[in-house]
């Protein structure tokens, strides 16, 4: 298979998707456990996608900088340190896990 091919079809998998999204009744998607779903699948795409940025370098897994980084910034998050720290916290690890030499 082609990569335009493969383009395509994603394409037309995402277009069939959307338009699948029209057909679901309305009393499905407004009751609570439609929302708790809609919510824990938000939290779990973020987590995913966070962790494959830490950890991930192309196709092979690195251990580096950036898990000590977000290693730092979950633990401030935990005891619930306000925003701008967690970001300056996780910088200043990552930071000083690299002058370190690891």
């Known amino acids: 298979m082609s990569l335009w091919t493969a383009i395509a079809l994603a394409g037309l998998a995402a277009l069939a998707t959307k338009l ?26 973020l987590a995913s996608l966070t962790v494959m940025n830490m950890v991930a370098s192309g ?32 910088a200043l690890a990552a930071a000083l896990v690299r002058w370190a030499g690891a």
């Open 20 to 45: 699948a999204g029209y057909a679901v009744p309305a009393r499905w998607l407004h009751s609570p456990r439609m929302h708790r779903v809609a919510g824990a699948l938000t939290v779990a795409l």
């Open 59 to 90: 196709q092979a897994l690195v251990l580096d900088a950036r898990l000590a980084a977000l290693a730092v910034a979950a633990l401030a998050l935990w005891w619930r340190a306000p925003f701008l720290l967690v970001v300056v916290l996780g």
